[in-house]
């Protein structure tokens, strides 16, 4: 699974890809390790912090949820990110668990 639900929120493991032709999520990714990521298209670049902005602000709209409840914990530099969702909402769980389904 791409995300964990804790107490606090929940954690959104991504693999981002910049400078696509559309912001979307495409499917879920799994790596050499075995850890599935959701992976995402933005239409930014990756300079100056563009895409993560673009990222969270996807994000955001996408999961009906004020741009202040997301967080990038780790992976600002690099396309593996991880994402603190301040919220576990059944109404975002179902989101979530949609977006893998399009495997």
């Given at each position: 699974?791409?995300?964990?639900?804790?107490?606090?929120?929940?954690?959104?493991r991504v693999r981002l890809t910049p400078n696509s032709s559309a912001c979307s999520v495409r499917d879920v990714f799994t790596d050499a390790a075995g850890q599935d990521f959701?992976?995402?298209?933005?239409?930014s670049v990756p300079e100056k912090g563009k895409a993560n902005q673009e990222l969270v602000a996807f994000l955001a709209k996408?999961?009906?949820?004020?741009?202040?409840?997301?967080?990038?914990?780790?992976?600002?530099?690099?396309?593996?990110?991880?994402?603190?969702?301040?919220?576990?909402?059944d109404?975002?769980?179902?989101?979530l668990q949609s977006w893998g389904a399009k495997e």
């Amino acid at each position: 699974m791409f995300y964990e639900a804790n107490e606090q929120g929940v954690i959104l493991r991504v693999r981002l890809t910049p400078n696509s032709s559309a912001c979307s999520v495409r499917d879920v990714f799994t790596d050499a390790a075995g850890q599935d990521f959701l992976k995402i298209n933005v239409i930014s670049v990756p300079e100056k912090g563009k895409a993560n902005q673009e990222l969270v602000a996807f994000l955001a709209k996408s999961l009906k949820l004020p741009k202040s409840c997301l967080k990038i914990v780790s992976g600002e530099t690099d396309r593996y990110k991880k994402i603190f969702i301040a919220d576990k909402s059944d109404k975002l769980l179902q989101i979530l668990q949609s977006w893998g389904a399009k495997e």
